[in-house]
């Protein structure tokens, strides 16, 4: 009987502990499966099919999604050059050493061959002058030619263009501004950079630095103006980023598609000075182009021809850049191929936020749920998203459909504070492009309450308590069978006492 009560004790004792324990040990692996990452009811939904991913939460921080994606992802780091991995139709061809064609407002590769050699890049070096005048000086202000200038200016080599500029000359920024883009004087250059810098040298540290904070990194400026010198060095794509740079943040745009202009006479000539625009988009009619918003020509013997421009159409921006072409001709029949290129097979989409508003707030709540049964929250949470994607004409006009990827999503209850980002995409027949992303901060609740004592936590004193309960009852179990065993110990050895003294008697 006592064996029997005792087996009872311990099997409700052990029993209360095992409820403990798995009360305790919930919330440490839960595993969503949404239905799926949603189409937006505002696009063609021809595409693709939606892909139904797993968000995950578990312990060890490890994926447990099974699915694959149906279609290549393509992030926002790929999408540079995704466009020259593929076998474009009417590619044209281009007969310069190295090209590009680059979309300004998505920031897409178009075309491209040798786009990151360093090349001479001849007097379309002056870009970067004039984009450093226009950001730093007042067009109105006078510019005096000091006898450094006037002994660097004659230095400059025998059959360089120039505006003639003399020791003492006074002259506006303006007027060397504009010489410097429609004549390509070197001169007037020459007199800029060194007005911005002290010296030509310094002035090209001031370049250097530019080119650096745009992107720029297989260019080194050496020279103010362009003079052929191995070490005056800059690449296609660099090239490019300049240009836009000077055309959508200056009135670069302007000057260069200015057909004449009228120097004031100055304090050196008594008469005004009219210079051409000599770059053929704009004053010649057989290379003449509508399209054409801004760029700059380029010659010495070692550079071969050069030529930078860009052109808008439709609201979209393109910029191409030819280096060592062969002719002064072919420079400006490859670009204008170039740009018919980039307008008729390719389109740059505009992305839209508010298509995706309410995927991100699925997403969001989704998230919720599985973090309900944990002690974590969102605390933070945002969405970035890019501004353009550039696609080929064919793959738009085959449509697309918006979704969040949450195939690879996973969230580590052993962390306290933990980053997600989460990509937020647009499907294609063939490719999927990630197009912006939701960016989640989570952390654990308690962290809360010791940052706002107003914010309690209501699971982590209940834990405590069971945790407490939990060793009490193991303690009391212990206690119980020691106390069993020796009453039992006890009530045999009084019945071998008892039985003995009866064999006595």
Avoid: W
């Amino acid at each position: 009987m006592v064996i029997s009560d005792m087996k009872k004790i311990i099997e409700r004792s052990a029993a209360a502990v095992l409820a403990c324990v798995i009360i305790l040990s919930s919330g440490i692996a839960v595993f969503a499966d949404p239905e799926t990452e949603g189409t937006d009811t505002t696009t063609t939904t021809s595409a693709a099919e939606d892909n139904k991913p797993s968000a995950s939460i578990n312990e060890s921080g490890q994926s447990d999604s099974t699915s694959e994606t149906t279609t290549a992802m393509i992030s926002q780091d790929m999408q540079r050059t995704d466009l020259l991995n593929e076998k474009q139709k009417n590619v044209p061809q281009i007969t310069s050493s190295a090209y590009i064609l680059y979309d300004a407002d998505s920031g897409a590769i178009i075309a491209g061959h040798n786009y990151n050699d360093r090349m001479e890049p001849a007097s379309t070096t002056k870009v970067m002058t004039v984009l450093l005048a226009l950001e730093t000086l007042d067009m109105s202000e006078t510019v005096t030619v000091n006898s450094d200038m006037a002994a660097r200016i004659a230095l400059i080599e025998k059959g360089y263009v120039k505006l003639g500029l003399q020791e003492n000359e006074e002259i506006s920024v303006k007027d060397l501004v504009y010489a410097s883009v429609l004549k390509s004087a070197n001169d007037a250059a020459l007199v800029l950079g060194m007005h911005m810098g002290g010296t030509e040298e310094d002035f090209c540290k001031k370049m250097n630095a530019k080119a650096k904070e745009l992107g720029c990194i297989n260019t080194t400026f050496t020279s103010s103006f362009g003079e052929a010198k191995s070490t005056n060095l800059v690449s296609a794509y660099d090239l490019a980023l300049i240009l836009e740079e000077a055309v959508k943040k200056t009135d670069y745009s302007k000057i260069a598609r200015t057909l004449t202009y009228s120097i004031p006479a100055t304090n050196k000539y008594s008469e005004a000075r009219e210079i051409t625009n000599a770059n053929r988009f704009v004053c010649t009619t057989e290379y003449g182009y509508e399209y054409y918003i801004g760029g700059k020509t380029g010659y010495t013997d070692s550079a071969g021809y050069t030529l930078c421009a860009a052109a808008r159409k439709n609201d979209r921006t393109l910029i191409g850049v030819v280096l060592n072409s062969s002719t002064a001709t072919s420079r400006y029949s490859d670009l204008i191929k170039l740009f018919e290129y980039g307008y008729s097979d390719f389109t740059t989409v505009t992305i839209d936020p508010s298509e995706f508003t309410a995927l991100v707030n699925e997403t969001n709540q989704r998230l919720e749920e599985l973090l309900s049964t944990t002690d974590l929250y969102i605390s933070e949470e945002n969405t970035a998203y890019i501004d353009f994607l550039t696609v080929t004409a064919e793959r738009a006009q085959s449509g697309s459909s918006n979704k969040v990827e949450l195939k690879d999503v996973v969230i580590d209850t052993t962390q306290s504070e933990q980053q997600l980002t989460i990509p937020l995409c647009k499907v294609y027949s063939d490719k999927t492009y990630v197009i912006g992303n939701i960016n989640i901060k989570i952390r654990r609740k308690s962290g809360v309450v010791e940052i706002n004592p107003e914010k309690k936590s209501t699971l982590t004193p209940i834990r405590n308590i069971l945790i407490t309960a939990a060793v009490a009852s193991g303690l009391i179990l212990i206690l119980i069978i020691s106390l069993l065993i020796f009453r039992h110990m006890l009530i045999k050895r009084r019945g071998d006492t008892y039985r003995g003294k009866s064999k006595m008697l």
